[in-house]
């Protein structure tokens, strides 16, 4: 079943079409790759899906309660609620913060109790805030950084960061992941660490997960369909098979005709 659709999406800053006519169609626990050389738009696709853009034409469609809606130009909050959720290309973490708290903000959303509750300091908000560790200890198990859950964020060193962004994203209960250059400066003990956590996560939370990677040996060997995207257009979809001896995504690539 279809989760996610984009229909001639389209997105121009001062006349210069960043993505161009987008079309995707993303089912239910898919893994995607989004792939294309520096500039190709890739960013920009996830920050329209994610609300952080309005789109200039074209629609977005998401999956709410077995119907597709609707979500192109809803805030990046609301397109929260919905179940989608992302990691970024630059580290975002409140880093003077724990890791266990950076955990624990962001299932906020999810809080089950009411303000007069906390202020009052009645049972339900004892309840809540338990539970509200408790998962934010086992999101941090996960992503193998239960150890660390009292440590700064900003200690972290880079690799468990990104891990950490994983685990944050996870809180929020998303039904689709954005992960934008997850393997971005690890090493490969590290990246081949990753490839096989998004493999677990998917697996045990049921994700469907769209990645932008230029690990393309990391992308290859995860992900079951991929799209190719160059000066904002998508110029190739298939298996990862099927992509690598594509000649619009070689020429893409090198800079030169494919037939060379």
């Not at 950076?102 to 300091?121: D, E, F, G, P």
């Amino acid at each position: 079943m279809t989760l996610l659709k984009t229909t001639n999406l389209t997105r121009i800053f001062g006349g210069l079409a960043a993505v161009s006519d987008v079309s995707i169609d993303i089912q239910e626990q898919d893994l995607v790759g989004l792939i294309g050389p520096n500039g190709a738009g890739k960013t920009t696709l996830f920050n329209l899906l994610t609300g952080v853009y309005e789109p200039s034409a074209g629609t977005i469609e998401f999956q709410i309660k077995d119907e597709m809606k609707s979500i192109g130009g809803m805030p990046p909050y609301a397109i929260t609620k919905l179940g989608i959720a992302r990691t970024f290309q630059n580290i975002r973490l409140f880093k003077n913060l724990t890791v266990l708290d950076n955990v624990k903000i962001a299932m906020n959303q999810n809080i089950k109790y009411h303000t007069l509750s906390a202020i009052l300091r009645l049972p339900s908000y004892y309840r809540e805030e338990q539970r509200v560790e408790e998962m934010a200890w086992k999101l941090l198990d996960v992503v193998h950084l239960a150890d660390k859950g009292k440590e700064l964020a900003k200690n972290l060193p880079y690799g468990e960061q990104r891990r950490l962004e994983i685990a944050r994203a996870l809180a929020t209960e998303p039904k689709l992941l954005f992960l934008d250059e997850p393997a971005a400066g690890m090493n490969p003990q590290e990246t081949k660490d990753l490839t096989i956590l998004i493999r677990q996560i998917q697996k045990q939370f049921h994700l469907t997960i769209i990645l932008i990677e230029h690990d393309m040996s990391l992308v290859m060997s995860l992900c079951e369909k991929i799209y190719v995207l160059d000066y904002g257009k998508c110029i190739a979809y298939g298996s990862p098979e099927e992509i690598r001896n594509n000649p619009r995504v070689i020429e893409a690539y090198l800079g030169e005709d494919a037939g060379c």
